[in-house]
């Protein structure tokens, strides 16, 4: 959406060139102080597309379908690997951006920063990006992707124009994961667990991730004899933990839907041999549904809090443990 929405601002069919142009003040151009005198108006106004979006044939389109395109920058990370602090999007990231601030964009009306995970940043970079966005150059635009805006600073969100995507239908995901080679025994199970999302669903096909899915199922079947296993890989990296987060979480809320509306721990026929396994655990240890509907509700407020918790210079192992230790309920 980030790469539709730049390609968008910056195709000369748009209607956004022009009107940049005639908003902008007498004798300044985008460039901050008219450099290379005042820009010529256009003969004859582009025509806008039929439907709202790029048209993909202009030159600027064009350039942004081969990545070729000028006046457009990618921030992230400086490493796309499991540690967790080489995927911190880091300060020096921004320093350049200060030094270029009275510059314009060069081919079009706009500057365009894409900034990837913007959860990621670090406490210096979000406060280096916040001190542009209080008072952004002529002509700058950021646009920023982050899965939870509350792991943002409130000032930096205060500040921009929040636009939220809702999940995609599952016939929408399952016609994508067959076109990315997904098994069919797969798909269902995938859906479930996604909860719309495009990325946890294709990363839930991956066999690796697979057999952790797992490994996850039998510690809530048995959490004693599988406590180790799935402790040391979840420690392993902040991206295994937001794995194991990815996993328990649809766990949890089917256990809490379906503790909503019985009336005893007699496992359902819709659970699988995990999930039933893991209900006479339960029982076993807490006797009676309102504790086990506690016990879930707890669980998944922890989870949730760990989502915020893991952006942090916490000790993953140690807040592995507070997550999982629990489930023996010994």
Not at 127 to 135: D, F, M, Y
Not at 210 to 233: A, D, G, I, M, S
Not at 275 to 290: A, D, F, P, Q
């Amino acid at each position: 959406m980030g790469y539709w929405i730049s390609q968008w601002l910056l195709c000369e069919q748009g209607g956004f060139s022009k009107s940049a142009e005639e908003t902008a003040e007498p004798n300044q151009d985008l460039f901050g102080g008219g450099l290379f005198g005042d820009p010529q108006p256009d003969s004859q106004p582009s025509p806008s597309p039929a439907a709202p979006g790029p048209c993909g044939t202009c030159r600027s389109c064009k350039k942004a379908l081969q990545s070729s395109w000028v006046d457009f920058r990618e921030i992230g990370s400086a490493q796309e690997d499991d540690d967790q602090e080489s995927n911190k999007i880091k300060l020096d990231a921004f320093r350049d951006l200060k030094n270029s601030a009275g510059f314009g964009a060069i081919e079009s009306s706009y500057r365009i920063f894409l900034i990837k995970d913007a959860e990621r940043m670090t406490p210096q970079a979000a406060n280096s990006l916040l001190k542009i966005l209080e008072e952004p150059p002529r002509g700058w635009i950021f646009i920023l992707t982050a899965t939870d805006s509350s792991l943002l600073l409130p000032t930096m969100v205060s500040r921009c124009q929040r636009i939220r995507l809702k999940p995609f239908a599952d016939s929408i995901l399952k016609r994508l994961l067959v076109e990315a080679g997904i098994s069919s025994e797969r798909i269902p199970t995938c859906l479930d667990l996604a909860q719309g999302s495009w990325k946890k669903a294709l990363s839930l096909g991956d066999e690796g991730l697979w057999e952790k899915r797992e490994q996850v199922l039998k510690f809530l079947e048995n959490p004693p004899e599988q406590l180790n296993t799935v402790l040391e890989w979840a420690s392993n990296s902040a991206d295994h933990f937001q794995q194991l987060l990815d996993l328990l979480e649809p766990l949890q809320l089917r256990l809490l839907q379906w503790s909503a509306s019985a009336t005893d721990l007699q496992s359902p026929h819709s659970f699988d041999r995990f999930l039933t396994s893991h209900l006479k655990y339960v029982g076993m240890h807490l006797r009676n549904l309102s504790r086990a509907r506690d016990f879930w509700l707890n669980r998944a407020e922890r989870l949730a809090k760990a989502r915020h918790e893991i952006t942090l210079p916490l000790n993953k192992k140690l807040l592995t443990q507070e997550i999982l230790l629990p489930y023996l309920l010994s």
